[in-house]
């Protein structure tokens, strides 16, 4: 199961030796490269730092990592089952393709056969895998000032139009509006629950977000309005803070974010999130509850909205709210993120608390 994994000195330590016994239990996703190995790989060992370790491929694949191509993590699955073994294949041969239904179809398979196999193996159809392998490549690209061009060659689109689609459906606007020289800068941030989206100015965190909430190209669209010169891609210190913040939060070494914010939003919505982030972790709370500690018992609908329009995820915790039944209710980045979240917390009880 997710987290149930040693802690990171351990798993290190694991992936200096080689250690075999972690084999098909535990990966690494490095993030100065980009790339999720095994712990037995024969490449060279990245910094602690940079390492993120993982207790299923699924997870290194939802959090943006490509498999690495000495220790091929990939190949038990494709061993397990030869229709996953071939696209994989075709995948590697042609990174740059634009991979459709039909081609699938066409090397033999079926198609729904093939969409719950690599759902159950990864968390996502081959479709899926992908069309996010592609857009990553030109992400990086944009993020290290590359050319639209530049970034729609790395991608593997075929055309200017499909990638500009592919990005303003990410971040709401095409690639060529993206201001180099903006105040604001978006970055793509690796978790365990999947890749998140950062923008950040040169001194606050204004969005954090994961990049499959439907709700996030309105979301930019709206901090772009709010911009004086729209918005860039790149890093900068309050997004490399969360950065390093949520790597403690989830290696469970520390569920505090003391990176600064900017609210967007009313005086109410803004008391509301205050009292998200005073729920300490391993805690929840209701909407009513949380309704009377603002002072505003009858407001009850208007808490929930402004937990809703949270754009920093995690940090503010609006996972953190259930229904007074105890049920998880809504969350943007969907029930099953809210459940693993709430068990990742738990760890940050003290034994007897409560």
Avoid at 316 to 341: E, F
Wanted: proline letters at 5%; glycine letters at 10%.
């Amino acid at each position: 199961m997710l987290f149930a994994l040693p802690d990171d000195e351990t798993l290190y330590a694991a992936l200096v030796a080689r250690d075999a016994r972690y084999d098909g239990q535990a990966w690494v996703g490095v993030s100065s490269t980009g790339i999720f190995c095994r712990l037995t790989c024969p490449a060279r060992k990245p910094k602690i730092e940079n390492c993120t370790f993982y207790d299923s491929v699924a997870c290194c694949l939802e959090a943006g990592f490509r498999p690495c191509k000495r220790c091929h993590p990939l190949a038990p699955m494709a061993e397990a089952d030869p229709a996953i073994g071939a696209l994989l294949a075709a995948l590697d041969a042609r990174p740059d393709y634009r991979w459709r239904e039909a081609d699938v179809e066409r090397m033999g398979y079926d198609l729904s056969t093939v969409r719950r196999s690599f759902r159950r193996q990864f968390g996502m159809t081959f479709l899926e895998m992908a069309r996010q392998r592609r857009l990553r490549d030109g992400f990086e690209t944009l993020s290290d000032g590359g050319k639209v061009i530049e970034a729609q060659i790395d991608a593997g689109f075929e055309s200017a139009s499909a990638f500009r689609r592919a990005v303003a459906r990410l971040l709401g606007h095409p690639p060529g509006d993206l201001n180099g020289d903006a105040l604001l800068l978006a970055d793509w941030i690796e978790t365990p629950l999947g890749a998140m989206l950062a923008v950040s100015d040169a001194r606050h965190l204004h969005l954090l977000e994961f990049m499959d909430r439907k709700a996030l190209p309105t979301e930019v669209r709206r901090l772009w309005k709010q911009a004086k010169n729209g918005i860039g891609i790149g890093t900068l210190p309050p997004t490399e803070q969360v950065r390093e913040e949520l790597g403690a939060f989830f290696a469970g070494e520390c569920a505090t974010f003391s990176t600064p914010l900017a609210y967007h939003g009313s005086e109410f919505t803004q008391s509301v999130w205050r009292a998200l982030r005073d729920i300490p972790a391993g805690e929840t709370r209701s909407y009513a509850r949380i309704a009377a500690e603002i002072g505003r018992p009858t407001a009850v609908r208007a808490v929930a909205r402004a937990n809703g329009a949270n754009q920093i995820a995690l940090v503010i915790p609006c996972h953190r709210v259930i229904g007074s039944d105890g049920s998880l209710t809504g969350y943007g980045g969907g029930l099953w993120r809210k459940q693993k979240l709430i068990e990742v917390e738990r760890g940050y009880v003290s034994p007897g608390a409560g």
